[in-house]
C-alpha cells in the first residue's frame, strides 16, 4: 500500500484539530454552565435566607420598644395606708389598680356609663398597678404625694401606636374602638404617649398579657440546660472519643459501637425526648420541666456529635507525635494526656461549641419532658421548673394577639443571635487554636 501524500494527512490533522477544538469548547461550555448553576444556587440560597431574616426582623423589630402613657396619680392615704403605720404588709395589699383607675377617670372627666369606663381602664396595661406597688413599696415617703408616672400601655394602644393598627378599617374590624382612638389622640396631642426601649422583654418572665411577657425566664432556663449539658457532655464525650481512638482494640465490638454512635448523630431529636420520658422522668422520678431533665435528655442528644467531632480531632494529630513521644520513653496514657489530647483539644471544642448549638435550638425533646408548661416565675436554679427560648418561641407563636406575633419574631432574633454568636466562636477557635500539620 502507498504512504498517504502530504496534502492527505495535513488535511487528516486539520480535521482532528477541528473536532478536538469542538470538543473543547462543548467541555468549557458544560463547565461554564456547571459553575453557573452553582453561583445560582448559592445566590438563591442567600436570597431565601435575606428574605428569612428580612421576614422576622420586620415583625420583631418594633418589640424592643414599648408603648407607654403618663398619668398623674394621687396616691391616696386612705387607699394606700389607712392606719398611717407604714407597715409592708399593708402597703402591699393596697389597691394600686383603684388608683390608677381614678388617674384616668381624672385625665378623662368627659367618660361616663360603665362600659365607656372599663374600655377607658383596658388603655392601660394591669402592670400600672404592679409599678405603683414597687415604687410604695421601695419609698414608703411617697404615700400622700401626687406623681406624674410613666405606665405600660395596653398591647392594642401599643399596637396601635406602632403603625400595626389600621385606623381606616371600620370599627368592627378593629381591636380598637373609635372612641379609644379619640382618647389615643387626645394622649398623644398632649405629649403623654411616648414609645421607650422595652426592658421588660430581657426583665420578666411569660404573662398572658403581651406587654408584660418577657424572656427572662426562658434565657435563664436555657442558661441552666446549657450548663448542665455541658457538665455532662464535654467530659464523657472526651473520654469516649479517647478511648475509642486510641485504646479500644479493633475488632468486631467496637465496629459495633462506632456504627451506632454514627447512627446516634442522625436520630431525630423527639426519640431523645422519649428516652428522657420514660428513662429520668417515669422510672428514676425526675421533677418535670426543670433544667436538670433537659441537660440530661440535651446530653444524650449532643454526645454522639462531641464524640465524632472528637475522634476526628484526635486524628488530625500527626502519628510523629504519638512517635516522638514513645521514642523518649512516655508511655501510651502520658503520650495521650500529655502531648495528643492538648493538640486536639481545639477541634474537640469546635465540635463540643457547634453542639451546644444545637442543644440551644432544639424544642422536640424539651417537649417530652414537659418544659412546654406555663412557666411565669424566673429560676433561680436546675430543679427550677422552667422554659427554654425555642419551647417559649413556640408558646407565644400559638397565641392570636398581634402582639405576641412581635414578641415570637423579637426572641427568634435573640436566639438566631446566639447561635450566630456560638458558631462564630467556634470558627475563632478553630482558626485561632487550630495547628496546621
Do not use: C
Not at 77 to 94: C, F, K, T, Y
Not at 278 to 284: E, G, I, K
Not at 307 to 326: D, F, N, T
Amino acid at each position: 500500500m502507498s504512504s498517504p501524500t502530504p496534502d492527505a494527512a495535513q488535511a487528516a490533522s486539520h480535521e482532528i484539530a477541528v473536532v478536538v477544538r469542538r470538543g473543547l469548547a462543548k467541555r468549557y461550555a458544560r463547565e461554564r454552565r456547571f459553575r453557573l448553576y452553582g453561583i445560582g444556587a448559592v445566590a438563591l440560597g442567600l436570597a431565601f435566607l435575606l428574605l428569612l431574616f428580612g421576614t422576622i426582623l420586620g415583625k420583631g423589630y418594633s418589640a424592643f420598644v414599648q408603648t407607654y402613657v403618663q398619668l398623674e396619680v394621687e396616691l391616696d392615704p386612705a387607699v394606700i395606708d389607712p392606719d398611717g403605720l407604714r407597715a409592708q404588709d399593708v402597703l402591699s395589699r393596697a389597691d394600686y389598680g383603684g388608683l390608677v383607675k381614678a388617674a384616668l377617670r381624672e385625665r378623662f372627666p368627659e367618660v361616663s356609663g360603665r362600659r365607656d369606663k372599663r374600655k377607658l381602664y383596658g388603655m392601660v396595661s394591669s402592670g400600672a398597678a404592679f409599678d405603683l406597688r414597687e415604687m410604695v413599696m421601695a419609698n414608703p415617703d411617697l404615700v400622700g404625694q401626687r406623681l406624674t408616672v410613666w405606665v405600660p400601655a395596653d398591647d392594642d394602644v401599643d399596637m396601635l401606636v406602632k403603625g400595626h393598627i389600621d385606623r381606616d378599617l371600620p370599627e368592627g374590624d378593629r381591636r380598637i374602638d373609635d372612641k379609644q382612638l379619640t382618647w389615643v389622640d387626645d394622649w398623644q396631642a398632649a405629649g403623654q404617649v411616648e414609645t421607650r426601649f422595652n426592658r421588660i422583654l430581657f426583665t420578666a418572665g411569660d404573662s398572658r398579657e403581651p406587654e408584660l411577657s418577657g424572656i427572662r425566664g426562658a434565657l435563664m432556663g436555657s442558661l441552666y440546660t446549657l450548663i448542665v449539658t455541658l457538665l455532662l457532655s464535654f467530659p464523657v464525650g472526651v473520654a469516649a472519643a479517647v478511648y475509642l481512638e486510641e485504646f479500644a482494640p479493633k475488632n468486631r465490638w467496637t465496629d459495633l459501637i462506632e456504627v451506632n454512635i454514627n447512627n446516634l448523630a442522625a436520630v431525630p431529636s423527639i426519640i431523645f425526648g422519649l428516652l428522657g420520658l420514660a428513662v429520668f422522668l417515669n422510672f428514676f422520678g425526675l421533677p418535670r420541666s426543670v433544667p436538670l431533665v433537659g441537660g440530661l435528655v440535651l446530653t444524650l442528644m449532643t454526645l454522639p456529635t462531641i464524640i465524632i467531632a472528637g475522634r476526628a480531632a484526635l486524628q488530625s494529630v500527626p502519628p510523629s507525635i504519638r512517635e516522638a513521644a514513645l521514642g523518649v520513653g512516655a508511655s501510651a496514657t502520658q503520650t495521650v494526656f500529655h502531648h495528643v489530647l492538648p493538640l486536639a483539644l481545639p477541634g474537640m471544642l469546635t465540635g463540643t461549641i457547634i453542639g451546644m448549638a444545637r442543644a440551644l435550638g432544639e424544642s422536640a425533646p424539651l417537649l417530652m419532658i414537659g418544659m412546654v408548661a406555663f412557666i411565669v416565675d424566673v429560676p433561680q436554679g436546675i430543679n427550677d421548673p422552667s422554659t427554654v427560648l425555642p419551647v417559649q418561641i413556640y408558646l407565644w407563636a400559638d397565641s392570636p394577639e398581634r402582639a405576641f406575633v412581635e414578641r415570637t419574631s423579637a426572641a427568634t432574633l435573640v436566639l438566631l443571635a446566639f447561635l450566630v454568636t456560638m458558631n462564630g466562636l467556634a470558627v475563632w477557635l478553630r482558626s485561632r487554636l487550630e495547628r496546621q500539620w
